[in-house]
């Protein structure tokens, strides 16, 4: 494996997942294949659990980390080419790519969506050019519309605790009182949609996430019908994707909160969430509290999925 962005890019599902648990198993088998490798992980953005999780599934490896929060500490960075750079921007990303390059032998980088351009979100402009111009192999930690070591790790967790063969797995929205990217749900729609699950995607009128993405899953409105025999409920918030709105806040209606009356109208199911969460906006706290919210166990495979894509990547050194 290049580099890791999208679902595509881990191969058969059933074999990465296979591959995942073996490391979950033994994390420390491979530790002489990063020996004197470096990675170094790149910050656009904030994150607690993407940090964390990929320093120590690297560290499990054997390699060297080094961490760079652009905004902290490095000079500012200007992403867009034809720039007039008279502004507060000291460095262009054309020159940083390289140099960066020059110092590890993988690259991970977190870079949102800006959610007032959608062409320059969904080209994924930033890491792209990371892509192109850092002659490393490079893997998304969280790009402008996908993410894909969560729904790497969503998938790892939905295969340890489904009790049925093909489940059902209900993706709905929650509201949230800020303008956040699809990136998650987009991500987690494309990695479902691998696999033979039985799929929904439920979210109010104005929420439709991009085609490319939702693929095979049937969109369902009433968010009650859609969460009726489910046994993985994903909440998730997202901005919506359609034009003229795009990016946009269209609704805070609490009545989408993911409460225990309505986890009473599925099949038992597990709660999920790729964190953090609004309690009470997304979810109560009854429920994400309760023995059938998976959160916490979802989030620690996030060191599993992250182990098993930077196996794969020093491997193709
Ligand atoms: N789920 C997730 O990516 O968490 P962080 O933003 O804290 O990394």
């Avoid at 790497?152 to 489940?167: G, S, V």
């Avoid at 990217?181 to 699950?197: C, G, H, K």
């Avoid at 919506?240 to 009545?255: C, E, I, Q």
């Avoid at 309760?290 to 979802?298: A, K, L, N």
Wanted: charged share 25%; with cysteine.
């Amino acid at each position: 494996m290049k580099k890791f962005t999208c679902a595509a890019d881990i191969g058969p599902w059933r074999e990465a997942v296979k591959e995942a648990l073996d490391i979950k198993a033994n994390r420390f088998a491979y530790t002489e294949l990063g020996r004197n490798r470096t990675l170094l992980m790149i910050f656009f953005n904030s994150s607690l659990r993407t940090r964390l999780s990929t320093q120590k599934a690297a560290m499990n490896l054997g390699m060297n980390v080094m961490v760079l929060d652009v905004n902290q500490g490095a000079w500012k960075l200007e992403t867009e080419r034809g720039v007039l750079m008279d502004g507060d921007k000291a460095e262009h990303l054309l020159e940083a790519i390289p140099v960066m390059g020059s110092y590890c032998d993988l690259i991970g980088v977190r870079s949102f969506a800006g959610l007032t351009d959608k062409k320059a979100d969904y080209e994924e402009r930033v890491i792209e050019q990371f892509i192109r111009h850092s002659g490393r192999p490079v893997f998304s930690m969280e790009a402008a519309t996908r993410h894909p070591l969560q729904s790497f790790a969503d998938l790892i967790t939905i295969e340890e605790y489904k009790t049925k063969e093909r489940p059902k797995v209900v993706m709905t929205w929650a509201p949230h009182p800020k303008a956040l990217p699809q990136a998650v749900p987009n991500s987690f729609a494309e990695w479902m949609n691998m696999t033979d699950y039985e799929f929904v995607i439920t979210h109010p009128h104005g929420y439709e996430l991009d085609p490319t993405f939702t693929g095979r899953a049937v969109i369902e409105y009433d968010q009650r019908k859609a969460l009726e025999g489910a046994d993985f409920v994903y909440a998730k918030n997202w901005s919506a994707y359609a034009d003229p709105n795009y990016g946009k806040v269209l609704s805070t209606d609490r009545s989408w909160t993911v409460d225990a009356e309505k986890m009473g109208l599925t099949d038992n199911a597990f709660f999920m969430h790729c964190l953090p969460v609004r309690r009470n906006m997304i979810v109560t706290d009854d429920v994400i509290e309760s023995e059938r919210s998976i959160v916490i166990p979802e989030a620690a495979n996030r060191e599993i999925s992250a182990q098993t894509v930077i196996k794969r990547l020093l491997e193709s050194l």
